[in-house]
């Protein structure tokens, strides 16, 4: 089920956030949010998952198709990561040997078969992010939510984050929406680029989505494309 905003309007006392947002998040898609800091881009974040409630307007969506990965996702320092992995599965509460099943086979799709006995303090801040995506998609979500994932990452562990992000949203059919004050990440993610700015939400489509070389972020267009976005940003 798509997530639809209408005439949405958010407030923190007397500071506006968004004014009357109109906007519809479709299935099967990829999303990345960028804008000024303070902008509201975790607070759209927030309203989405629900954590929040819009001042005015509706927000119509599926609840039981939603997660969200948090940039300071606390992973619990006792949990091995095979645990971590299987709490959402246990909150949920699905039968066991279904949970060890889809747990077995997250642990695998996400590189993490060799570090399933290992907790959060044995492992690299790339290892805990692929941890806490597990977690984010364990039940399958229809929108995968994810703040900032890879900001406290270097260069190389962001890139492989980025293309397990792809291929999981690619495996699983669903939707995928970043927030990052990364541009070129932005790029390289979103299909669909929403800047938010001035309590509103600027709709970008990504020309280089569709480029069908396989080094997209080696090519002329793609860094074209992130001055253009860099500057929209700006104004």
Same mark, same amino acid.
């Given at each position: ?9 958010? =407030? ?16 099967? =898609? ?39 990965? #948090? ?21 949920? =509460?699905?039968? @066991?040997?279904? !949970? ?15 570090? @399933? ?11 805990? &992010? !692929? ?10 979500? &229809? ?12 260069? /190389? ?14 495996? !699983? ?7 990052? =004050? ?14 938010? @700015?001035?309590? /509103? ?15 997209? !972020? ?6 074209? #494309? ?8 700006? &104004?």
């Amino acid at each position: 089920m798509p997530i639809t905003l209408n005439n949405v309007s958010f =407030h923190y006392g007397k500071q506006t956030i968004f004014t009357n947002l109109n906007y519809r998040f479709k299935n099967y =898609h990829r999303y990345a949010v960028i804008g000024p800091s303070g902008s509201g881009k975790t607070t759209l974040l927030q309203l989405l998952q629900g954590f929040l409630a819009p001042t005015d307007g509706t927000l119509t969506k599926d609840e039981d198709t939603i997660m969200t990965v #948090f940039q300071n996702n606390q992973i619990f320092p006792w949990l091995t990561v095979a645990a971590a992995v299987n709490l959402p599965l246990k909150l949920a =509460h699905k039968k @066991k040997d279904k !949970r060890n099943q889809q747990v077995t086979q997250l642990l695998r799709e996400l590189q993490l078969t060799d570090l @399933k006995d290992k907790r959060p303090k044995a492992l690299s801040g790339g290892q805990l &992010q !692929r941890v806490a995506i597990a977690q984010g998609l364990a039940l399958n979500p &229809q929108f995968l939510l994810l703040d900032e994932p890879t900001s406290s990452l270097d260069s /190389q562990s962001k890139e492989k984050i980025q293309d397990l992000l792809i291929a999981q949203q690619q495996r !699983r059919q669903n939707s995928l929406l970043v927030v990052t =004050h990364d541009i070129e990440e932005a790029a390289f993610l979103g299909e669909t680029i929403l800047i938010v @700015k001035d309590a /509103q939400l600027i709709v970008i489509d990504n020309p280089t989505f569709a480029a069908t070389t396989k080094n997209r !972020r080696e090519s002329l267009a793609f860094y074209e #494309f992130c001055i253009a976005l860099r500057a929209e940003v700006r &104004q």
